[in-house]
């Protein structure tokens, strides 16, 4: 199916926005179900907008999630880097630690920045492929982060992250029914 998202996506939030504007002024004796008449709801009620925007709003919630946490790992390198390290350090991956860590830091602050990039594209273009990439590799990231957790016994961390990945997984929905046309 082909792509139509730059001409899609403006268009629906074209209609809600001239909506808006064109709001009917009412009289002081007008009922208020009479302004409303001459408006057009159907535009902006469609489903894939409404999924459209859900994205979106997954990705803006993963861009502040992965930039403050990656930024956070920058910022204090070496205290969380030893915190990971002695996290890991009964398990198969102490002799990886110094690979993995990076890594993470490099999948955190990607997801952010591509989270980040997607809502902003939105509004450039109407395109919504970076949000999709975004929800995605932030999915992707989370179960790495997951692995970790678990591998390391850290069951309570581990389960805190269902509800970040969750929010992902719906990005990922929102971004298939409302961003791929």
């Not at 709003?57 to 880097?81: D, H, I, P, R, W």
Request: hydrophobic share 55%.
């Amino acid at each position: 199916m082909p792509r139509s998202d730059a001409n899609r996506v403006p268009s629906c939030l074209g209609a809600f926005v001239a909506n808006l504007l064109t709001f009917p002024v009412m009289e002081n004796d007008q009922p208020a179900a009479d302004a409303f008449e001459s408006m057009n709801f159907e535009s902006i009620a469609q489903p894939y907008l409404f999924m459209a925007v859900a994205a979106g709003l997954c990705a803006l919630f993963m861009a502040v999630t992965f930039l403050q946490s990656g930024f956070n790992k920058l910022g204090q390198y070496g205290e969380n880097k030893a915190y990971f390290v002695s996290q890991v350090e009964q398990t198969f991956l102490k002799h990886f630690a110094g690979i993995i860590w990076p890594l993470i830091v490099l999948l955190e602050l990607l997801s952010g920045i591509i989270s980040l990039a997607g809502v902003v594209l939105v509004f450039i273009n109407g395109s919504m492929d970076l949000i999709g990439l975004g929800c995605i590799l932030s999915a992707l990231t989370l179960i790495c982060l997951l692995f970790g957790q678990r591998v390391a016994k850290d069951y309570a961390g581990a389960a805190s992250l269902t509800g970040y990945f969750i929010i992902a997984v719906i990005g990922v929905i929102g971004y298939a029914w409302g961003g791929a046309f």
